[in-house]
């Protein structure tokens, strides 16, 4: 008797065994290699389920400004579609050097931008350094570097939840049924996220304050997604940071359970995680992860990056790329990830 078939996962990988994407990186030249880029690039937005035609006046509104010792912070929100606002907190350094670098910030699961801002789960601030949480308040060490900060609230996260989420306590998501909806809708979450960060790229052009010439992109987990897929999607983002969320498809969301907002629809049918952050380049792409990162294994870090690096060394550059592994579990890490940061942007 042959021995039976019932594994999900073992019949999930067979399938993947025989996808071959059709726009899987295959070029020779770095002219091939930008051809690429524009023709991934384009299907990536429709993957993502496209983004709005026309873009809605931002009509933004300053809710509240407070002064602390190292920094201001202006909580802002504007239109970022039809029917939608987006909620976010701007952080402008001490002595800032205007126009200088700005960088957007974008939580993973978790309590929204409050967590990453230093605001604890009662509504009080943390003293400036004491970093906490797995998110280790990373909007406020970008403003300790010397960066401002546009820290944006993704959607179903924090502030910007359904009122079940929001009654079930400060550290539910409320990105389920809104994925879900998404999906049956023909769009994703991931694409709404993103247009989210596109409108705060047109939101930071509008300050003084910000150079729109250096700005980039930073995320933990789903935020690191999130930074990866705006990132590809727009050039004026420089530089993307992701924190422990690089990795491939297939070893991560394919092989072990997230939440359902990773999920595009036939993305394998076209990419893998590594043609993606390929898009980026020329520009620049800093990866940091965790050796006992459980939901995005290192082996599968280390091997897509190798791959995405192939993708900047064809384009002339492999000094755009950088890796840090760390002795530690799904958290922010940031040592060497500020000053690559500031050498590119």
């Given at each position: 008797?042959?021995q039976?078939?019932l594994?999900?996962?073992d019949?999930?990988?067979f ?11 295959q070029?020779?030249?770095a ?9 991934l ?7 993502l389920?496209g ?27 504007f ?5 939608l ?14 126009p ?13 931008v ?10 009080k ?46 550290g ?30 047109d939101?930071?052009?509008t ?23 705006a990132?590809?999607?727009?050039s004026?983002l ?49 990866v940091?992860a ?18 995405t690096k ?32 500031k050498?590119?942007?």
């Amino acid at each position: 008797m042959s021995q039976l078939k019932l594994d999900s996962l073992d019949f999930s990988r067979f399938l993947y065994k025989q996808e071959k994407q059709s726009l899987a990186f295959q070029a020779k030249t770095a002219g091939q290699a930008r051809r690429w880029q524009k023709t991934l690039r384009g299907k990536l937005k429709a993957l993502l389920g496209g983004f709005p035609s026309k873009k809605i006046p931002l009509a933004p509104k300053v809710l509240r400004r407070k002064k602390f010792k190292e920094y201001t912070r202006e909580t802002i929100v504007f239109q970022s579609r039809p029917g939608l606002d987006v909620y976010g907190h701007l952080l402008v350094p001490v002595g800032f050097k205007a126009p200088g670098p700005c960088v957007i910030c974008l939580p993973g699961h978790g309590r929204g931008v409050d967590s990453i801002c230093g605001v604890d789960a009662k509504g009080k601030m943390r003293s400036f350094g004491k970093w906490e949480e797995y998110q280790m308040d990373f909007a406020l060490q970008c403003v300790a570097q010397g960066f401002a900060v546009f820290a944006v609230e993704q959607l179903g996260f924090g502030h910007r939840r359904d009122k079940a989420a929001t009654k079930r306590g400060v550290g539910d998501s409320s990105c389920q049924p809104a994925a879900g909806a998404a999906l049956l809708l023909g769009q994703t979450m991931a694409g709404w996220r993103v247009w989210d960060v596109i409108q705060s790229l047109d939101y930071l052009e509008t300050r003084r304050e910000i150079d729109p010439k250096r700005l980039a992109a930073m995320g933990i987990s789903g935020g690191g997604t999130v930074a990866l897929y705006a990132a590809a999607s727009d050039s004026r983002l420089k530089a993307a940071m992701l924190s422990c969320s690089f990795n491939t498809f297939r070893d991560s969301i394919f092989s072990i359970s997230h939440c359902i907002d990773n999920y595009v629809p036939e993305i394998l049918k076209t990419a893998e995680m590594r043609d993606i952050a390929g898009l980026i380049a020329p520009r620049a792409l800093f990866v940091e992860a965790g050796a006992k990162d459980d939901i995005f294994p290192l082996e599968a870090t280390r091997r897509a990056y190798e791959e995405t690096k192939r993708i900047f060394r064809l384009l002339g550059a492999e000094n755009k790329i950088g890796l840090e592994v760390f002795k530690d579990e799904h958290r922010f890490w940031g040592k060497k990830a500020f000053e690559f940061l500031k050498r590119n942007i």
